[in-house]
């Protein structure tokens, strides 16, 4: 049972992380204002100030054309400002947009809104050779690989239920005439069942904690391994998916355990044979 469910943590931990890894590109897509070459520092700015007011943005670098320009020349080893006799860097503003707004049909009408702010030149976002926005395809990215582990998740559940089920049924089948015994000296039905509802509670405990303790391990080697501190991020996320492995545990024994029992409470004596 341990392993099991170990398994199928192990797939909603990949799931929490490549959620985070896709929220993360998104809310880091990055887009360009360029403003017109008359756009002063100024004024530059007190656009800034109304782009951040916008329901899509995120957060906002402005950058000015002095620094772009010295950045570049130093980048480069050449003045290019001696040699054009003026300066063609634009002020800039970098845009980072939120990831509900991280898909081509809003890009394009985000596009649409920035170009009408006065004193913009020009706007800018990474897109493919074909002109499509590259946002696009990360996005499909992300979705095949969740549809993936969805698939994956659902094949590994329904293993997961046969082999516990299998578990215990063979368990049970061991102490059929323990079961018959009793009920021949009277006892009642749940208070056979009960014994066994109990004991099997607790070895679906014992395998949660066994499993939990597994894959705390395997996350704090990898973030050990990459030199990140992510798994704070995700408390409530572990949180969540330790008390479905509870639950499909506890389910899944209880429910066995209760409809096995009651199986051979039923069998006469030379049918447990």
């Known amino acids: 049972m341990t392993l099991v469910l170990f398994i199928v943590g192990l797939l909603g931990v990949v799931s929490i992380y490549a959620k985070h890894l896709a929220k993360f590109y998104q809310q880091n897509f990055e887009v360009f204002v360029f403003y017109t070459d008359s756009t002063d520092a100024d ?3 007190q656009i800034e100030l109304q782009v951040k007011k916008l329901s899509f943005v995120n957060s906002t670098v402005f950058i000015d054309r002095e620094i772009a320009a010295r950045k570049e020349i130093k980048r480069l080893g050449n003045d290019f400002i001696k040699t054009l006799g003026y300066n063609p860097i634009p002020h800039t503003l ?3 947009i939120k990831a509900d707004f991280a898909d081509e ?3 394009d009408q985000i596009e649409k809104q920035l170009r009408l702010l006065p004193n913009v030149d020009d706007v800018k976002y990474a897109k493919d050779d074909l002109g499509k926005n590259l946002l696009t395809q990360i996005n499909k990215n992300f979705k095949t690989v969740e549809f993936i582990l969805l698939a994956l998740a659902v094949i590994f559940l329904i293993i997961a239920l046969a082999l516990i089920n299998s ?3 063979i368990n049970m089948f061991a ?3 323990i079961i018959k015994s009793m009920q021949y000296v009277g006892a009642s039905d749940w208070f056979i069942v009960r014994p066994f509802l109990g004991m099997y509670s607790i070895y679906a405990l014992l395998s949660v904690s066994l499993a939990i303790s597994m894959l705390s391990g395997i996350v704090y080697l990898v973030e050990t391994h990459l030199q990140q501190n ?3 991020l995700f408390i409530v996320q572990y949180a969540s998916l330790a008390g479905f492995l ?3 545990a506890l389910l899944i024994s209880l429910i066995s355990v209760f409809f096995s029992t009651k199986r051979y409470l039923k069998l006469k004596i030379d049918q447990l044979y």
Do not use: I
């Open 167 to 169: 578990t215990v049924r």
């Open 105 to 107: 049909g809003k890009m």
């Open 230 to 232: 992510n798994w704070q």
């Open 94 to 96: 970098q845009l980072n």
């Open 43 to 45: 004024q530059a700015k």
């Open 246 to 248: 509870l639950v499909l």
């Open 175 to 177: 102490r059929r005439f």
